[in-house]
């Protein structure tokens, strides 16, 4: 018997690896975890990795407060005691026992608050009126925080993003904040002036112009400093994204886009275009700029659209570069714009993805010790103080600048509460700088899909309340101008009256 079941279990843990479609995942990850015994540990409440008496007494005080109906005791406790993460809930150690999903008691728990929110936003109460309903939404979305999907550099590896983009759409739980720097600019691009619907367009592996690498010849590259011709570049951007600009896309999607550069210039910072901070740079400038990794291609100007509507330059003093050199993932900044405060990570970086499989690999094996640690660490500090103390000393020079552009890379954190990463194999790193082919495409979007679906419930967990707050305040917002309007009719009505 116990012969039958290791030969069923690795044929589906073949079946897993090769699974076509998030369904076909998802079942036979729970047929597995069935095999080995762990819809008893998902049902089981304790466990050392979260304070899972908290989460069992506030969830069985929730249910008692919607049953008794006590609004302003619901609203009170409600305000008091939502934020992200309590009794570390979150906790990846949580996501790595079961292949499918987690706790009971926390699932249990995300669906009854959203339940419970959604409750209060779509029914009418004497006792908690709209106007304060709506104060009271505003402040648990601050005090709650949101999620970002962060789309890192990558050249053609960024094509993985694809992959994980569609795999979130398609269970629904896409970030409405999208950030993108070098190839990931170009993704986050596309996605964030695509409407919902339309986005399965995307996902033809022939949608997708990727034409955007065409080498110079000897004499231009010489006299321009640069391997690639930027001119193509710009042409497969103005193909994918069109002339939208930062605020004309958020109109038109509802989709936060963020896009990093880089300055040129020493006395700059990097900065981070948006709808609030570049309404009106053109996005496919801006990832143009994001794109212009300095020796493969030029730095550029960007353009924006003026009060009449044409295409001028913005800052035209200035020159901006790629923007996965100083600020892969822009977290700072998009907590403070959006109240950002989770972070999904899709990494393709070439000089990354190696590190972070072996830093992988050392866990599954039970190397990652405190003493391998603490010599990856000590070796890692070296290095950097190596780097920044030559970029000082030879400021103003190539080399110190090249010094200077290591450290920054290397100082960068380039990882989210939860991250992707595409498998290491050396001949994606040998076309890097290669036009894909649509199978090559496809071949990437299936890879990262199946890297995303053991994420799929995780991020559904993470994301869940914000997306409900989010869609509670459009319900709201929604009453409120029916409100407005019945007023101004009866009003209207009444001076009829009087005259």
Known sequence: MIIGINRKSKRLEQDLRHAQTYSEWKGIAQELDRLDGLDDWRQDETSTDYNFVLIRNRLRKLRALREKGDIRELVFWLHEGL???????????LYGIARYNTKTLITDYIYELCSTLTYLANNEFDAFPLEEKLKFFKRLGIVYGRSALMLSGGATMGMWHIGVVKAMHEEGVLPRVLSGSSAGSIIGGVVGTTRTEDLINF???EYIYTHAFQALGLREALRNRTLMDGNRLQDCLQENIGEMTFEEAFEYTGRILNITVSPVERNQQPRLLNYLTAPNVLIRQAALASCSIPGIFPPVTLLAKDYHGRIVPYLPSMKWADGSLKSDLPRLRLSRYYDVNHYIVSQT?????PFMQLQGALNRNGLNTPTTRFVANTARLNAEHVLNTTGQALK???TGRVMSGLHNMMTQNYRGDITLIPRFRIQSFARVLS?????EIADYMLAAERQTWPNIERIRNATAISSTLDECLKSIKAQNRQQSA??????????????
Do not use: C, F, M, W
């Open 396 to 398: 103003g020079t190539t």
């Open 486 to 499: 019945r007023l101004r009719a009866i009003s209207g009505k009444s001076a009829k009256g009087r005259a």
């Open 349 to 353: 970086n070439p000089h990354v993805v």
């Open 203 to 205: 996902y033809d592996p």
């Open 435 to 439: 036009n894909p082919s649509p199978q």
């Open 83 to 93: 934020h992200g993460n309590i009794g570390n809930i979150a906790n990846e150690a």
